[in-house]
Every structure is written in structure tokens, then in C-alpha cells.
T-cell receptor, first 108, second 117 residues
Framework: DAKTTQPNSMESNEEEPVHLPCNHSTISGTDYIHWYRQLPSQGPEYVIHGLTSNVNNRMASLAIAEDRKSSTLILHRATLRDAAVYYCILTGTDKLIFGTGTRLQVFP | NAGVTQTPKFQVLKTGQSMTLQCAQDMNHNSMYWYRQDPGMGLRLIYYSASEGTTDKGEVPNGYNVSRLNKREFSLRLESAAPSQTSVYFC????????????????FGEGSRLTVL
């Protein structure tokens, strides 16, 4: 059922940009791309979403490939509080499946 | 702002016992979800309810039943708990809207930590 694939883990230094990739080669025309993050011992929280165009909000930016088969979550300046598991999911149906996500480690 | 409220937050059961996890949302969302998360793993969908009066199986429905009591409440029942059901359970909801595709962000509860001995 999983429609997205992400690297298991990534590392970054504090204040450096982080690019978290997600592949979704079977995306349909009505699928939105959502990103969530899960801090330790908490429930996941929404980060950003998009359909076709790149998106920016106060937390992050989302870059969507022209063919929509991949996307990248961009944290412009990583902080220690950004250490979390990041999930990319497609939301075109009601059956919302999460993959294993990417565990981001941020070093001081 | 309450958002999504889960009860209980912690529960210890013996094998074979039954229990119900309760979830309520106050955001007038139409869709609700139950996920489980085993240690060090991602979220797996157990059941979901796209609208009041409907429920559907997710990835791992065996051993669970659900009830969408009304628009606000979605409960998850373990009829005969097994150690393999030891996990953290998350309830989520979203207002599904149509905007060139199904949109609407998920809001999660804080989780219910269940241990089955």
C-alpha cells in the first residue's frame, strides 16, 4: 500500500539547510503531497503540503518535481528542535498510508 | 483548543482482556483514523472512517474493531488483547475537502500507550 519511499535516516549540522527527499512514482493527478514530522514521544504534526507548485510556509519549503514523481522538503536552517522523523504521504484517497519516514539527526 | 483527544493515555492489559480506546475531535472533521506505532517503526493504519456512518480496513485491521459513534467520536476496540498489540495508538482526523484533489491536513492526538502482558 505504501506509495512513497524515503531514506531511513539523514544527518545535518545545526544552521545548515536540509533537503529531505521523497519518491512517489505512482502519484495520481488528484494526490496532494503532505509532509508531517514526529518529534520524540509526540504525535505527528503537519508541516506542509502541495499539489503541483512549490510551496513555502514558516516551517519549511516544499519543492515538487515537474513530473510530480518526487518531492523535497527543505528546512532552510536546521535547528536541534528539527530532529524528528519526517513522513511524506499522498492524500488523494481517504486511506492515508504512512511509510517509515526519514529520521533526521541534527548535530550542534 | 482541544483538537483530537484520546483516552486513556496509558493502559496495561493481560492477554485475553478487552478494552476500548476512545477518540474525539472538536473540529467538525469528517474523516477519522486509527494508527498504531511500534517502537522505532512508522505509523500503520488500522481502520479509518471517511465519513460518519462508514468505516474501512487499513493495513493492519486484524484483532481490532471500530465504531464511528457520531461525527465527533471514533473508538477502537480490542476484543481479546495479545502481546503483539503492545504499541502506541494514535487517532487522527481531517476535514477532507475537494480542491483539484482531496486535500485537508491530518490532526493527531497525543497517543495512547498500550501494554499487553
Amino acid at each position: 500500500d505504501a506509495k512513497t519511499t524515503q531514506p531511513n535516516s539523514m544527518e545535518s549540522n545545526e544552521e545548515e539547510p536540509v533537503h529531505l527527499p521523497c519518491n512517489h512514482s505512482t502519484i495520481s493527478g488528484t494526490d496532494y503531497i503532505h509532509w508531517y514530522r514526529q518529534l520524540p514521544s509526540q504525535g505527528p504534526e503537519y508541516v506542509i503540503h502541495g499539489l503541483t507548485s512549490n510551496v513555502n510556509n514558516r516551517m519549511a519549503s516544499l519543492a515538487i518535481a515537474e513530473d510530480r514523481k518526487s518531492s523535497t522538503l527543505i528546512l532552510h536552517r536546521a535547528t536541534l528542535r528539527d530532529a524528528a522523523v519526517y513522513y511524506c504521504i499522498l492524500t488523494g484517497t481517504d486511506k492515508l498510508i504512512f511509510g517509515t519516514g526519514t529520521r533526521l539527526q541534527v548535530f550542534p | 483548543n482541544a483538537g483530537v483527544t484520546q483516552t486513556p493515555k496509558f493502559q496495561v492489559l493481560k492477554t485475553g482482556q478487552s478494552m476500548t480506546l476512545q477518540c474525539a475531535q472538536d473540529m467538525n472533521h469528517n474523516s477519522m483514523y486509527w494508527y498504531r506505532q511500534d517502537p522505532g517503526m512508522g505509523l500503520r493504519l488500522i481502520y479509518y472512517s471517511a465519513s460518519e456512518g462508514t468505516t474501512d480496513k487499513g493495513e493492519v485491521p486484524n484483532g481490532y474493531n471500530v465504531s464511528r459513534l457520531n461525527k465527533r467520536e471514533f473508538s477502537l476496540r480490542l476484543e481479546s488483547a495479545a502481546p503483539s498489540q503492545t504499541s502506541v495508538y494514535f487517532c487522527a482526523s481531517r476535514k477532507t475537502v475537494w480542491d483539484r484533489g482531496k486535500a485537508g491536513e491530518l490532526f493527531f492526538g497525543e497517543g495512547s500507550r498500550l501494554t499487553v502482558l
